[in-house]
Nanobody, 116 residues
Framework: VQLVESGGGLVQPGGSLRVSCAAS????????MGWYRQAPGKERELVAT???????NYVDSVKGRFAISRDNARNTVYLQMNSLKPEDTAVYYC???????????WGQGTQVTVSS
């Protein structure tokens, strides 16, 4: 199983960025996919999830700014991040969770830095 994130980088405050996560080795369409982030010195936190039925959930701090989506044909989940703030700076991790099974996979993370 591999989850490979891409699209991170440096962006100015107020800017936008889209990160992607390509999955292999799993039946992607049945997994709940999620994005988490971890800033230096802080615990990893949930950012957004999207279920197999494409129901979405967001942490309050990103509601209205971030959008999670999935493309089951490409086995890929996306996180569109708009109106970025310096406090969004973190390593963003992709997660695949098979609901009710305890099966959980992580990507290696991609760095997002919001700075002028």
């Amino acid at each position: 199983v591999q989850l490979v994130e891409s699209g991170g980088g440096l962006v100015q405050p107020g800017g936008s960025l889209r990160v992607s996560c390509a999955a292999s080795g799993i039946t992607f369409s049945i997994y709940t996919m999620g994005w988490y982030r971890q800033a230096p010195g802080k615990e990893r936190e949930l950012v957004a999830t999207i279920t197999r039925a494409e129901s979405t959930n967001y942490v309050d701090s990103v509601k209205g700014r971030f959008a999670i989506s999935r493309d089951n044909a490409r086995n890929t989940v996306y996180l569109q991040m708009n109106s970025l703030k310096p406090e969004d700076t973190a390593v963003y991790y992709c997660n695949a969770n098979l609901y009710g099974s305890g099966i959980n996979y992580w990507g290696q993370g991609t760095q997002v830095t919001v700075s002028s």
